[in-house]
């Protein structure tokens, strides 16, 4: 082990020899263990500038002045990286703080006003003036320029002129905007302390010893109450991750590794051995720990001191620049250390509270359904459930049943009515804000139960097909009204008929979690690494299944290749439900179905590519029945369905859906549309296929499920929006329609959970809104009041992409970006965009058509919208 | 008259190495010279404490406390719960696990330095204390030291106030706290009437004429602030007290007698809060490596402090109390021993009752000696003389069917399932 001063001796050497990218190793090596130094953040943000890495050094440093305000060395980074990045009125700001900290003048032409009566605060302060001038410190604080400082300032400002209560006023509403600064746990630690709240003193004392774990900002409190120390981490150490490069050993003056003859040097690690080729030599990082009262080492011949520059050789070269492969690998062996040891560099507005998992279900329903015995069984279940994933690291976890007040009372939440979605909705929002006092917030909702025990939200269809509404679990995702973008994933484990399979699938669920949240000894780590270095030799995509329409295979292969072989991918026709080829009913991990699905039937359908099949006689051959689906471990673990009502549960049984036969069989995650979906017939994706797409590359990033919906839905939301400038109908549809059934925290595999790592991540900030179009209601236009260009272009798309739709029945609707509703609901409307007008100048085309094939009515829809010049933007069609 | 249960008892030693049947009969001699309730048997999470240990004290009246300090870093439920199992099948009633989670020490560097300190400590401990109440222990919570690094008052308040909020307070139910109770040269009523009484006093600074936890009275403490939290005070276990071993060497033996006696007095004399459970000295043997010292030595010398001690139990025999016998079997059906009787034939009668409390059966008297409740069949000279009598003397609640034939045993089996016997023995605190 290293100690903390080699650590940033080593470090800093680095940095002179210009060699960031091993200042940033260490750097890094150091954070992992210690993240709390505030001093190694700064020499890491040193390194990342040096390297180039301007924005994620301007995130440490801009979290780095929020945890100290007194920084003059950050701000002055922070000023120069802005400058380089073009942000100069940004950089005027931080300049000032520096010079405000450095007392150096602030030019009044440059720089703002609060800063110039700032300095005069600071700098009366710094010489202890009798009389401070606490209105230039108010001037500041007035301003209001999103920074600590001035609150910093005016808080010692107030204790020097003797006035604790005003100060300790000042912490508090500091606290609560920064409440990683030290300065303002310190001060709430002593006060809550001396006002008998001990359990809460002691707390922001050790918080604050965990933001600086040097002591380096709270040296002063050290100093006058010394028994504080104990709350401070003593023997701060580390490994040395790395052989301290040749170039580096030399400018410390101890670079004897290439000359030692001792066995000691050269034999014992050999991989820790530096060769003798110069530039790559590296030294063993125990070598450091000389003793230094032992006398200096001879210098070999060819040694010699150098300085940072002597000026008499070529500078060595930045690796970086010159090899952006090494570059790529520092970044990934920091990203895995970051994930593995909770150094992960934060986002700008990353939510930093603890997540907590919430278990919900309804007390009074569930007793209804399945008696007071079997409740007890999923109560315990459930209770069970929550203390396995508080086992996982960084988790937290509780159980709410809306209507039963033991659960809520403390968060000081009132119960509601368990069959209202939006009053539960309501009361998950204040769950979250009671949360937000005690530093959590909520990070994944699992819900128990069908809709008769937590009811779907029953939002308004935002387009013009069959459906008259869309069961959606997309606003217990948020604590605001703007439930397309949802702020933590959602689960749902609809099966409440059965309390026995109830219970079972809560079982697994927490075996899942006990097994994932345990600490992973190092022979594991090391099992699971090598299994994910070396799955990719042995036939990588042996355990995903891609099914699809014939007709969609075009967009199918473009989302299955995120997780199989396109060339494994089956479609219908030819393959039938009753004629399943072996690899479709082998094993399965990831299933991908892009198939079509009916209201009012069980099974999925393949469509006939009237192109390829043109000597297949069913349109649409059944393509998967709930008998298809066998447990004895070849049930997917994990389902992407596309189908129109591929997860629709409303009346349903396992006979009757197969989302449901799917859970019943050992699927752990199903997602799916409650209502009818839309998708692309080719590349580029949109709609259900591109949710598709993004959801398979989300869990390739090991994200768990739910995170990776939740993901996928936000990410389709701002690509819709780079593309079109709105979300349209059926954007707002796939946003809604699709739901997650399962623990919303289940990944494949069962790695464990690595200390630190954020499978989930909130944002801080939201937009309350989302820009929307609506092409519902209004006058409808008629056919012919289109060009006749426009429509030869519609009739050439129909014919080469769904030439059974040439006959289809046909609606015309302006589309706009604010909706009065008079007529009809729409998101539109219902969130606030009311005045008719701001058209956005494009038509949405609506077709639809039934096809019937004796047995059952395929009712197809498909929308096409078309720009003011009559040019086709966009094609949807149901699946 | 229910006997008053004996608080006091001994950390037997500070190492989890001498539980073999000759350690059991050295030391049996000494418990019962002591008439000591408690004692605490250090384990680990790789062994169990034998059974055969157990049950020798339980047989002598001694109730086994176990304490498992475990690692904070490598807390393994399934391995707590496997033994938890063990426990509960060998009639154990009380198992702590942890030790002193206040100190830096006991936390890896880096999960010390990290924010939540309360948090982290709480969801490592919170499926032990859910899975001791499932095995039908009562949760405790582990000694934490008093005063340590993260001042010990605050770590407890904010524990209790975090199982609080996370919807846990039914624990506080049966919850005990475990403490240490040195008197680190102080007065014994250092810190008598806990913080009420001290309100100057902060953690990490008793002014000058102000007084702490950190002493005897640390009871007075917990007490305290698990009243202000739970809005009950929990059971308090005093795990280990008395002279702190470092200063065992150091301090005069007279001195130390004088402070255990005292002590001891204290406690007998109910001077405590009501809600002391048990208060042990430590130790009763000193470790393998005799770093500190016992209050016997392996010879069994007797130090100064058990010698007052024994004077004191001896000298002041309104104060004790009568250490009824562990009985680890909650029924007992004994079977006659006359060999002209047909057992056969009057099985049918037996069936229902068997059935329904599902005893232990045998022949042996010494055995149902050790059941709460003994059943007899058939009439009184179908067993040894005295039988009967001597079982009601060793405080088992006898009940004797005569009539098998008579629908007697079905009419009397609520009474016996429900557990109140109609002849009285000695209950079993």
């Known amino acids: 082990m290293t100690d903390r001063n080699t650590f940033f001796k080593l470090i800093e050497t680095a940095l002179l020899a210009n060699r960031a990218d091993y200042a940033r190793h260490t750097a890094s090596d150091w954070l992992a263990l210690w993240p709390g130094d505030v001093r190694a953040q700064l020499l890491l943000a040193r390194a990342e500038v040096q390297l180039g890495a301007h924005t994620t050094a301007l995130e440490r440093l801009a979290r780095l002045v929020h945890v100290d305000p007194e920084c003059a060395e950050a701000y002055g980074m922070l000023a120069s990286v802005l400058r380089t990045l073009g942000a100069t009125s940004r950089a005027l700001i931080f300049e000032a703080c520096e010079r405000i900290l450095m007392g150096d003048e602030l030019n009044s032409s440059r720089h703002p006003q609060w800063a110039i009566k700032l300095r005069a605060a600071y700098a009366e302060l710094r010489n202890a003036r009798s009389k401070l001038p606490l209105r230039l410190v108010q001037e500041a604080l007035a301003a209001d320029p999103d920074l600590a400082l001035p609150y910093v300032v005016g808080m010692r400002a107030q204790l020097s002129a003797g006035d604790p209560q005003s100060a300790l006023k000042l912490a508090q509403v500091g606290h609560h905007r920064w409440p990683e600064c030290v300065a303002f746990l310190l001060m709430l630690g002593e006060t809550s302390l001396q006002q008998g709240d001990i359990g809460r003193g002691v707390e922001y004392l050790h918080r604050a010893s965990s933001l600086d774990c040097g002591g380096d900002l709270s040296a002063a409190i050290l100093e006058r109450q010394p028994e504080y120390r104990n709350l401070w981490p003593e023997h701060l150490a580390a490994e040395l991750s790395r052989p301290v490069p040749a170039d580096v050993a030399s400018l410390l003056g101890d670079n004897r590794l290439v000359g030692s003859k001792t066995p000691e040097a050269s034999g014992d690690s050999p991989d820790m051995v530096a060769n003798?080729?110069?530039?790559?030599?590296?030294?063993?990082?125990?070598?450091?720990?000389?003793?230094?009262?032992?006398?200096?080492?001879?210098?070999?011949?060819?040694?010699?001191?150098?300085?940072?520059?002597?000026?008499?050789?070529?500078?060595?070269?930045?690796?970086?620049?010159?090899?952006?492969?090494?570059?790529?690998?520092?970044?990934?062996?920091?990203?895995?250390?970051?994930?593995?040891?909770?150094?992960?560099?934060?986002?700008r507005d990353e939510d930093g509270r603890v997540p907590a998992y919430i278990v919900l279900t309804s007390r009074s329903r569930m007793l209804q359904k399945m008696g007071e015995d079997d409740f007890n069984h999923i109560d315990n279940a459930v209770m069970r459930l929550v203390e396995a994933v508080r086992r996982r690291p960084g988790w937290t976890a509780y159980r709410i049943y809306p209507d039963d007040p033991s659960t809520l009372e403390p968060f000081g939440l009132a119960p509601c009515d368990p069959g209202n979605a939006w009053q539960i909705k309501l009361r998950l929002a204040d769950l979250d804000a009671s949360l937000a006092q005690r530093g959590e917030m909520i990070g994944a909702l699992y819900i128990i139960g069908g809709n008769d025990v937590i009811p779907f939200h029953r939002l308004p269809n935002p387009t013009d097909d069959s459906d008259d509404e869309v069961p959606s679990d997309n606003p217990y995702a948020t604590g605001d009204e703007n439930y397309f973008l949802p702020e933590w994933p959602v689960g749902r484990l609809p099966l409440d008929a059965k309390s026995s399979t109830l219970e079972k699938l809560l079982?697994?669920?927490?075996?899942?979690?006990?097994?994932?949240?345990?600490?992973?000894?190092?022979?594991?780590?090391?099992?699971?690494?090598?299994?994910?270095?070396?799955?990719?030799?042995?036939?990588?995509?042996?355990?995903?299944?891609?099914?699809?329409?014939?007709?969609?295979?075009?967009?199918?292969?473009?989302?299955?290749?995120?997780?199989?072989?396109?060339?494994?991918?089956?479609?219908?026709?030819?393959?039938?439900?009753?004629?399943?080829?072996?690899?479709?009913?082998?094993?399965?991990?990831?299933?991908?179905?892009?198939?079509?699905?009916?209201?009012?039937?069980?099974?999925?359908?393949?469509?006939?590519?009237?192109?390829?099949?043109?000597?297949?006689?069913?349109?649409?051959?059944?393509?998967?029945?709930?008998?298809?689906?066998?447990?004895?471990?070849?049930?997917?673990?994990?389902?992407?369905?596309?189908?129109?009502?591929?997860?629709?549960?409303?009346?349903?049984?396992?006979?009757?859906?197969?989302?449901?036969?799917?859970?019943?069989?050992?699927?752990?995650?199903?997602?799916?549309?409650?209502?009818?979906?839309?998708?692309?017939?080719?590349?580029?994706?949109?709609?259900?296929?591109?949710?598709?797409?993004?959801?398979?590359?989300?869990?390739?990033?090991?994200?768990?499920?739910?995170?990776?919906?939740?993901?996928?839905?936000?990410?389709?939301?701002?690509?819709?929006?780079?593309?079109?400038?709105?979300?349209?109908g059926e954007d707002q549809k796939t946003l809604i329609s699709f739901v997650l059934y399962g623990d919303p925290l289940y990944r494949p595999g069962l790695e464990s959970i690595h200390p630190g790592e954020k499978t989930v991540i909130r944002r801080s900030s939201r937009p309350s809104t989302m820009k929307t179009a609506c092409a519902l209601g209004g006058p409808q236009i008629e056919q012919e009041q289109l060009s006749a260009t426009t429509m030869k272009k519609i009739e050439l798309i129909l014919a080469q992409y769904l030439p059974g739709m040439q006959d289809a029945s046909c609606t015309i609707h302006h589309q706009h970006m604010q909706c009065d509703g008079s007529d009809h609901a729409c998101p539109t409307h219902l969130m606030g965009q009311k005045n008719l007008g701001s058209e956005t100048s494009s038509l949405v085309v609506t077709l639809s058509k039934s096809f019937s094939d004796g047995e059952r009515t395929h009712p197809h829809f498909a929308r096409l919208t078309l720009d003011a010049a009559g040019k086709v933007m966009k094609l949807a069609v149901s699946r | 008259m229910v006997p008053v249960q004996n608080p006091l008892g001994f950390y037997y030693r500070p190492d989890d190495l001498h539980y073999s049947q000759a350690d059991l009969h050295h030391w049996l001699g000494v418990l019962r010279n002591l008439q000591i309730h408690w004692l605490v048997l250090r384990g680990?999470?790789?062994?169990?404490?034998?059974?055969?240990?157990?049950?020798?004290?339980?047989?002598?009246?001694?109730?086994?406390?176990?304490?498992?300090?475990?690692?904070?870093?490598?807390?393994?439920?399934?391995?707590?719960?496997?033994?938890?199992?063990?426990?509960?099948?060998?009639?154990?009633?009380?198992?702590?696990?942890?030790?002193?989670?206040?100190?830096?020490?006991?936390?890896?560097?880096?999960?010390?330095?990290?924010?939540?300190?309360?948090?982290?400590?709480?969801?490592?401990?919170?499926?032990?204390?859910?899975?001791?109440?499932?095995?039908?222990?009562?949760?405790?919570?582990?000694?934490?030291?008093?005063?340590?690094?993260?001042?010990?008052?605050?770590?407890?308040?904010?524990?209790?106030?975090?199982?609080?909020?996370?919807?846990?307070?039914?624990?506080?139910?049966?919850?005990?706290?475990?403490?240490?109770?040195?008197?680190?040269?102080?007065?014994?009523?250092?810190?008598?009437?806990?913080?009420?009484?001290?309100?100057?006093?902060?953690?990490?600074?008793?002014?000058?004429?102000?007084?702490?936890?950190?002493?005897?009275?640390?009871?007075?403490?917990?007490?305290?602030?698990?009243?202000?939290i739970t809005g009950s005070a929990l059971d308090i276990f005093v795990l280990a007290g008395g002279v702190h071993p470092d200063n065992r060497r150091t301090s005069d033996q007279e001195t130390q007698a004088e402070i255990h006696a005292s002590l001891a007095r204290d406690v007998l004399m109910s001077e405590y809060s009501d809600n002391l459970l048990g208060f042990c000295f430590y130790s009763l043997s000193a470790g393998a490596d005799k770093k500190y010292i016992g209050w016997y030595d392996s010879e069994l010398a007797s130090s100064k402090s058990a010698e007052s001690l024994e004077r004191l139990m001896l000298a002041a025999p309104e104060t004790k109390s009568v250490s009824s016998p562990i009985k680890p079997i909650a029924h007992y059906l004994l079977l006659p021993t006359r060999t002209d009787l047909d057992l056969s034939a009057n099985w049918r009668g037996i069936e229902p009752l068997v059935m329904a409390l599902k005893p232990t059966i045998g022949f042996s008297p010494e055995e149902a000696r050790l059941a709460r409740q003994v059943i007899l069949i058939g009439e009184s000279d179908a067993y040894p003389a005295n039988c009967e009598h001597e079982l009601r003397e060793q405080g088992c609640a006898v009940r004797r069917f005569e009539d098998l034939e008579s629908d007697e045993i079905l009419l009397a089996l609520p009474e016996l399932t429900a557990g109140k016997p109609t002849n009285t023995g000695a209950d079993h605190v």
């Not at chain 1, 591109?690 to 090991?702: A, D, E, I, T, V």
């Not at chain 2, 039908?136 to 582990?142: D, H, K, T």
């Open chain 2, 44 to 228: 680990s999470l790789e062994r169990a404490v034998p059974r055969e240990f157990i049950q020798g004290l339980q047989l002598a009246g001694v109730e086994p406390f176990i304490h498992v300090p475990l690692d904070l870093q490598s807390l393994d439920l399934q391995c707590i719960e496997s033994q938890l199992a063990n426990y509960a099948e060998w009639n154990i009633r009380y198992t702590v696990f942890g030790d002193r989670p206040n100190q830096r020490g006991m936390w890896k560097p880096s999960e010390w330095a990290r924010g939540g300190l309360v948090d982290q400590f709480i969801d490592k401990f919170l499926p032990v204390w859910t899975a001791q109440a499932r095995f039908g222990f009562r949760p405790v919570f582990p000694a934490l030291e008093p005063g340590g690094d993260y001042w010990d008052t605050a770590f407890l308040q904010s524990c209790l106030k975090s199982l609080q909020r996370r919807g846990r307070s039914d624990l506080f139910q049966t919850m005990i706290l475990a403490t240490y109770a040195w008197t680190y040269d102080r007065p014994l009523d250092w810190g008598i009437g806990g913080p009420a009484a001290w309100p100057e006093s902060k953690p990490y600074h008793t002014p000058q004429g102000s007084q702490d936890q950190r002493g005897a009275r640390i009871v007075d403490w917990y007490a305290s602030i698990a009243s202000e």
């Open chain 1, 276 to 347: 003798d080729s110069g530039d790559a030599g590296e030294q063993s990082p125990n070598l450091l720990q000389t003793d230094p009262e032992s006398p200096l080492p001879e210098p070999e011949p060819w040694e010699a001191f150098r300085g940072p520059d002597p000026g008499d050789i070529t500078p060595p070269e930045m690796p970086v620049r010159e090899q952006p492969e090494a570059l790529l690998e520092i970044d990934e062996d920091l990203r895995r250390l970051a994930d593995r040891l909770n150094a992960r560099r934060r986002t």
């Open chain 1, 507 to 728: 079982e697994n669920s927490i075996a899942y979690h006990l097994q994932t949240g345990r600490p992973a000894g190092s022979l594991h780590r090391l099992g699971n690494w090598l299994r994910r270095r070396l799955s990719s030799f042995f036939n990588p995509n042996a355990r995903t299944l891609g099914y699809t329409a014939s007709i969609w295979k075009k967009a199918s292969l473009a989302v299955y290749k995120s997780i199989g072989d396109p060339r494994s991918m089956f479609s219908s026709p030819p393959v039938e439900a009753s004629r399943l080829p072996a690899g479709a009913i082998r094993p399965i991990h990831l299933s991908y179905f892009n198939l079509h699905g009916l209201e009012d039937s069980p099974e999925w359908y393949g469509q006939r590519d009237p192109l390829r099949d043109a000597d297949v006689k069913i349109e649409f051959p059944i393509a998967l029945r709930p008998q298809d689906v066998v447990n004895s471990g070849r049930a997917p673990r994990i389902v992407f369905s596309e189908a129109c009502y591929g997860a629709n549960i409303l009346g349903k049984d396992v006979d009757t859906a197969l989302s449901l036969k799917f859970m019943t069989s050992g699927t752990q995650a199903i997602v799916g549309s409650t209502k009818i979906s839309y998708g692309s017939i080719t590349p580029p994706l949109i709609a259900a296929d591109l949710l598709g797409r993004l959801f398979w590359q989300n869990l390739n990033s090991r994200l768990p499920v739910g995170e990776a919906l939740r993901r996928a839905k936000l990410q389709l939301a701002t690509e819709m929006h780079k593309r079109q400038g709105y979300l349209d």
